[in-house]
Structures are given as C-alpha cells and as structure tokens.
C-alpha cells in the first residue's frame, strides 16, 4: 500500500511518501519547517519504520523541533526508526543537533577530484565502509572522469560527526560500567 500526502496541510512544502510492507518505508521530499505535522505521519506505521531523506533540502530550527518530536513519538510508539540516503542538509543537521540523530544506513556527501575538477554528489553506504567512518576518515573514491583519487569536499571529522560521536559515547558508557 503506498499513501502521497502532505504532512501538515496544503501550505507544506514537504511531500510525503509512505509505503506499508513489513515495516514502513516514509519518503521525504522538499523542505522540514514549521508547517511539517510530521508527528500526524508516525500515525499507522509499521514496525520497523524507514526514512528515505534523498529528497530533504532544507530543514529550519522549527523543522528540527518537529523532526525531534517525531522521533520521540516513534519511540513512544515502540517503532525502531533508521534512515538512508540521507541529503546533506539532513547531515549537517544531525551533526549540529544530536537529538536529530537516528541509525544512519546511507548518505550523501561531495567528493572533489582536484585533477579534473569534477564536483561528485556520491551516496555512502554505511555498512560498506564502516571502518573509516566510524574512524572519522574519508573512504577512497577513484574518479569517475580521470581515475585520480578525489578528496572528501568537506572536513571528515566533521561531517562525520553524526557517525563517531554515539559510538564514542556509547563505548564511553560501556567502559564506565565495566
Ligand atoms: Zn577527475
């Protein structure tokens, strides 16, 4: 079963997707502000719920506050909730507020080929490259033009920071109860 809706009414500039199976796959598309009802689409989900954020290019500090109160109202709700293809805008909020954050399958990101110039928005699959990641590193990406090895077009520490920080913290934790 598959719904098209708009979380929040007419004046919302984000457009939802939501396909019932096994669990829930919610797609999101446009922007998260202050007319995204998001906690009305956690009504009638599935367990497990899956986010697909490719679509996400703006998301505003009102946006953020209905996000987080999403995630806690799934959470209530007993729902297990992850997210691929996470945009950029979607990143760089999860790096700045931690509340935002949920299991991250894939992203986006830019790498730079400084040899050619080519500009590449490239999906990272987490599970793939997981050892860099969680290590805050960059993985090595050949070029699709030239074959040179392109550079991350952001600072690894940072833009990961939505991936090493819960693990620190969580092996911080572990080390404390131990
Ligand atoms: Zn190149």
Redesign the pocket.
Known sequence: MSMLGEAGGRRSKLVVEVTLGQGSEVKLRGQIDETADLVKLTKGLRNPVRFDLEGVDFINSLGVRAWVHMLRTLKSLGLQASARRCSEAMVTQMNMVWETRLPVESFYTSYL?E????LAKICLEVAEHEGKLYAGEAPELA??????Q?LLDEFPERYLLFLTEPRRLAAQQAAKKS
């Open positions: 080929c040899a050619c110039g080519l070029c699709t033009r030239c074959g040179t392109m």
